[in-house]
């Protein structure tokens, strides 16, 4: 499987025509390597991915493990006696390799300034060797998933007069690290006029009262990959006018969903901005403000990735993409609705992950 | 308090000879906003800050709740409509900036090109404005390692036979988020010849057995502010050679912080490398392996941050420095064994904010 995936990277360096690539993102690391563990705010690992051979340059903090768990990488030590960047002048004189690319969307500025001093050819690319799924990585998704529905129905029980946002939030990251799961994000839980805020951050002061909404969005990551749902339930009956945007959200994701179930069967193609378009369109032309936010993003090994579902996005819908239908409406001071499943496209057909309920809830 | 940090950003822009700087960095916009929930994946905020005005660039998702907690920022909204590059170079005309700084360690390549198409004349800089902590900071940090001591206590309390270094790690964070903490970065938990390796990755196969060391590295978040400790601890009666490796760990961090005692208080400069260097070459001269890593490092928002207490480091300790002492000896296929604990410098004297007892325990 890992082999099948360097093969990818070397596609790539075909079709770009480089001699190697610099991978240096902790996510293409794990796809491409299995080990997980570097921290994403340090440099503590590379790879360089040439037509033939296969580097593994990390810290001696991690020389013995990971010497323990690779295969078919030639592994280099780096650190203070020896930097990334000497290393690899070393094995690009010794290999004869020009053209390089590195990741121009992790590639931190100043790591650039180094490496350049050492390379002349270089070419900053986005490795988006990520963006279709294998079976097994869908496998691992569905799990989260399954993770995610299970702690959501968790939350669900815990709501109740008086708990607070950042009660229900506690709750869920217990219940996910108690089934040996752990979250994908820091879960957004929002009460009655918080939920208008898209990426509103929980509160321990705020406590639930009656009929208020109550909107969760959250997700699991299970080995190594994540998951992520919103839903929006009621502490209390709804009045007519939540209960119309509840219905209006929930029906443009149905509008989506049924296109994407008769078109994607099909072979003509499905641009992503097309399918962010029916449901922003219907929004709309219910007399809501526009969705603020993309309809939709890929996820994986990281909770957003490429594809993205946007009204710029020129992405053809493939096999094997997960991404996310989460239409909103959001009204100051007054509510936000948002209801958000993932989805994958299998060969012919689209199969819905998130398995939690949609009809209206009132608690 | 942020007044006094949008100060001291105004002073290094005077020292740089800059007209504004953009942070880029989500510990920097924490540090001068108030406001921690950005994610560090996605670039979701940046701030500019000239002499007399400072800016705040988020996006919709962020505009609500943004606005309702800064001051004395003027908001600008980026998106798809209008990316933060366009904004930016509206302001530079309007404003007439010229010299424009941004934090190198934090902006990705792509990023940079994209400001360098607006902006002619940009410097990369190292915003290292957290490196001398207020009062407010260190009580933080000392809740942090507060908690941390806590949770070390509970992680105790857990080991007995047939546990595995999961259940162990599991547990710290369960612990820590039952009492509205969080982790400063996954906890390490190394049971026998697993603790050689300083970033071990701990496992759910690995049970512990009788007369086996257990390895734990582990840190609080509380209020934004991580703490950051290590215990080796032996569960069963060690031989001799476990016991001097152990005590020889003990001295050298002995020797560190009496060191600090007798010269902090002096007027006389101390360099985080001749800090360093002491524990080194006492593990040496023991006839022990050389420390694989750092003698430590600084820690506030970031769990690793400036000044770095390592043998390249020409830091200057002075009042306010908060970073971690913590020596090691790792021999593979046998043991390791690193005792660590954070503290900070205090005017004229240096204080210990971890208190877990540092006796060899035998459990």
Partial sequence: MLTKRIEKVRKFLDYKKLDAVIVSS??????????????KDEREAYLLITKQNAYFFTTSLYMEEVKRKIKG??????????????????????????AIGFEEHDIRYAEYAWIAEVTENLSPVSLNIRVQKDSDE??????ACDMGDKAFSHALSQIKRGVSEKDIQIQIELFLKQHNADI????????GANSSMPHYESSAERKLGNNE?????????VAGYCSDMTRTVFFGEPTKEQKDMYQTVLESQQKTIEFLLKDVPSTRYVLAKDVDKITRDYIISKGYPP?????????????HEPPSVSPNSDV????GMVFSIEPGIYIPDFMGV???DLVVIEGESLRILTLSSKEIIVL
Same sequence: chains 1, 2.
Avoid: W
């Fill in 26 to 39: 902790v996510s293409n690391i794990f796809y491409l390597t299995g080990i997980s563990h570097f921290s």
């Fill in 73 to 98: 990488f030639t592994l280099q030590q780096i650190g203070r006696d020896q930097s990334f960047e000497d290393v690899l002048e070393k094995i690009c004189q010794k290999e004869k390799l020009d």
């Fill in 138 to 143: 869908i496998e691992k998704i569905q799990k």
């Fill in 184 to 191: 994908s994000f820091r879960p957004i839980v929002a009460f």
């Fill in 213 to 221: 909404c109550v909107l969760i969005d959250m997700g699991a990551k």
């Fill in 291 to 303: 969705i603020p936010h993309s309809l939709g993003h890929g996820i994986g090994i990281d909770v």
């Fill in 316 to 319: 053809v819908l493939r096999t």
């Fill in 338 to 340: 948002r209801i958000e």
